[in-house]
């Protein structure tokens, strides 16, 4: 179940003047329809909202192809062309669908985004999140930050709840938690949909607590759901700072992040030592080295996979954009491009989530439909790698 967030500055509510400022028409009518409450009985219902969205979500994926491998026994999964493995051929989308049935007995709905287990918790977790590298880094004119405040709330709206960011990413710390605040109005409930995840990025056990310290600041929340180690640095020395702070309720999860394949060995080395709640890593159409031994190797450690570049950068993206999609992009639901490239990434049963970087709601709005209906089997999958040419 969601956790009820404990919001840093709770005197950063926002006014009748900011919602006109800021334009976010989606957040006032939330914040229009709470004024007359108790800040109190606001956050109540908010949490209580939070809970049923998460009793009646689905606990694993209605992909079309199998259940997520997180938990000990797990059945016989399709071959994935990338990795070469073979096995048992995938279920049908009915089957698929059962499959993914919680332990009340509750199946995904028609249309709604899929969830994953997070292997170490049980929790589910949407396939789409959304990434902040850049597309967050901006300054505080309203005409910059009403468009971030709207792909939050498409993502939300979309059953989506993964934001990740890191102190690397200039600004985009802070203006995740201002939007949100913004967002959040006298309800919080903005900061209660949001799965918050970002990184510790510096050397030193001290600069990393006061690091972590500053991002829950930034962020506005003093319980965040997931930190993990930036690029690897310092891992040894960040990892029982996290274990501990994991253990004293400060965040959820930990995990380690890089975004490189000449960085999988040492990558791989970390996952087989060390127990882990997440791995963040790269992995696309053309970028599918993860496949080899990485995704693998995570579902076998039972640690959750997010997948960073799912466009490969967004080179590929941009370098398919001048062809026209495949007709059979249409028997998995997929309309453009970007949802092709995102169904291919999550089509791997190792992978939690995908967090394509965007600042566009009509972006967003692309993206979160790659959480929706099948993805590619094995013959398509292929069919995509062919359409690179190697």
Not at 98 to 110: E, F, I, L, V, Y
Not at 240 to 260: D, F, M
Not at 280 to 304: K, T
Not at 352 to 376: E, F, L, S, W
Request: one cysteine or more; aromatic letters at 6%; charged letters at 20%.
């Amino acid at each position: 179940m969601k956790r009820t967030p404990q919001r840093r500055d709770p005197d950063t509510r926002m006014t009748r003047a900011d919602f006109l400022r800021f334009g976010v028409a989606s957040a006032g009518a939330a914040v229009a329809g709470s004024l007359g409450l108790v800040p109190g009985t606001a956050r109540a219902s908010a949490a209580s909202d939070a809970a049923a969205r998460a009793l009646n979500a689905a606990t694993a994926v209605q992909s079309g192809r199998v259940d997520p491998p997180p938990l000990a026994k797990t059945p016989s999964i399709g071959a994935n062309p990338a990795s070469g493995a073979t096995s048992s051929p995938p279920p049908s989308p009915d089957q698929a669908a059962a499959q993914s049935a919680d332990a009340t007995g509750a199946a995904p709905a028609k249309g709604q985004m899929q969830q994953r287990r997070i292997p170490s918790s049980g929790e589910n977790l949407p396939v789409i999140g959304v990434g902040t590298w850049r597309t967050f880094d901006v300054g505080d004119r309203p005409q910059d930050r009403a468009p971030l405040a709207e792909v939050l709330q498409v993502l939300f709206d979309a059953g989506g709840s993964v934001i990740d960011s890191s102190p690397m990413y200039g600004a985009s710390e802070k203006v995740t938690g201002d939007v949100l605040a913004l967002m959040d109005g006298f309800t919080n409930e903005a900061h209660g949909r949001a799965f918050l995840a970002t990184k510790v990025w510096t050397q030193g056990r001290e600069a990393g607590i006061t690091q972590m310290r500053e991002s829950m600041r930034l962020l506005r929340d003093d319980k965040l759901d997931l930190m993990q180690i930036h690029n690897l640095v310092d891992w040894k020395v960040h990892l029982p700072t996290l274990r501990a702070w994991k253990a004293e309720g400060r965040i959820r999860y930990l995990g380690v992040t890089h975004y490189t394949a000449s960085a999988h060995a040492q990558l791989e080395a970390v996952i087989k030592s060390e127990k882990l709640d997440f791995v963040q890593l790269n992995y696309a159409l053309d970028d599918r080295a993860a496949a080899q031994r990485l995704l693998p190797l995570a579902a076998d450690r039972g640690v959750a996979v997010i997948v960073n570049q799912p466009f490969g950068g967004g080179g590929l993206l941009r370098s398919l954009g001048s062809q026209s999609l495949p007709s059979w992009a249409g028997e998995i639901g997929c309309t453009s491009w970007a949802q092709l490239l995102l169904k291919f990434v999550l089509a791997h049963p190792a992978v939690t989530c995908a967090i394509p970087g965007t600042g566009k709601p009509d972006h967003m709005r692309d993206n979160v439909q790659a959480g929706v209906g099948p993805y590619p089997d094995i013959d398509m999958q292929a069919r995509m790698i062919a359409l690179l040419g190697k």
